[in-house]
């Protein structure tokens, strides 16, 4: 069995996590505000050269437009709702994490999220919104929250109406949620670096794009 070692994971600051979900809420949106879109659910199952899995689930997800608070023409904004869910085989612990990867007037249907420019906000507040400073022609990866698995391998995190705006864009913007677990057998994060042993399996499920607002 091989010892590796992985820096740089980086933890969304204020994320809300309970044993088996972290829940984020917006208060005072109301459901008459816009039709909700409904996302398709998404499953995926990677396996790691000594026979571990990680299996991750995206179920529940709709986005519903919604005005800018800003209201100066240049912001655009919808609430988001689902649930993600993993689960690994027996010995193994990891992270699981929610990301957002935005556009303003560019296509991101293909794009995947390993993208060097990664903004990595630390935005995520008690109110449960995001505001992204995203010109015509950028794209963004930015950070929700995370959760650690628990001891028999599971972990949850559940959106409701988490309200996402993008500031300065000006024209068509959208975006989709990526999923993104680590994991292995002795999975720890002391000292900032993710360690373990044997394999270091990475899956990442990506979601439906929806529009902004």
């Known amino acids: 069995m091989s010892k590796f070692s992985k820096l740089g994971l980086r933890r969304a600051a204020g994320a809300v996590a309970i044993a088996s979900a972290a829940v984020v809420g917006l208060a005072g949106m109301g ?6 879109g409904k996302l398709a659910n998404g499953y995926k199952n990677a396996t790691g050269i000594d026979g571990e899995s990680i299996q991750t689930w995206r179920t529940g997800e709709f986005a519903l437009p919604a005005p800018s608070v800003a209201n100066n023409g240049a912001g655009r904004s919808a609430v988001l ?14 992270n699981l994490a ?16 390993s993208l060097g420019a990664s903004i990595g906000l630390e935005s995520l507040t008690g109110s449960g919104s995001l505001s992204i400073p995203l010109k015509p022609g950028q794209v963004a990866l930015v950070d929700v929250t995370d959760k650690d698995l628990s001891d028999n391998g599971a972990a949850a995190i559940q959106l409701s109406q988490f309200e996402v705006s993008v500031q300065q864009c000006g024209g068509y913007a959208s975006a989709r949620t990526i999923t993104k677990v680590i994991g292995a057998k002795g999975y720890s994060t002391d000292d900032g670096k ?17 529009s902004l607002n």
């Open 31 to 36: 459901a008459g505000d816009a039709v909700a």
């Open 98 to 113: 929610v990301k957002l990867l935005v556009g303003c007037q560019i296509d991101i249907t293909g794009l995947e999220g």
């Open 194 to 210: 993710v360690s373990g042993e044997g394999t270091l399996i990475q899956s990442t499920l990506y979601g439906q794009p929806f």
């Open 81 to 94: 709702s689902g649930v993600y869910q993993t689960k690994a085989s027996a010995g193994v612990g990891g």
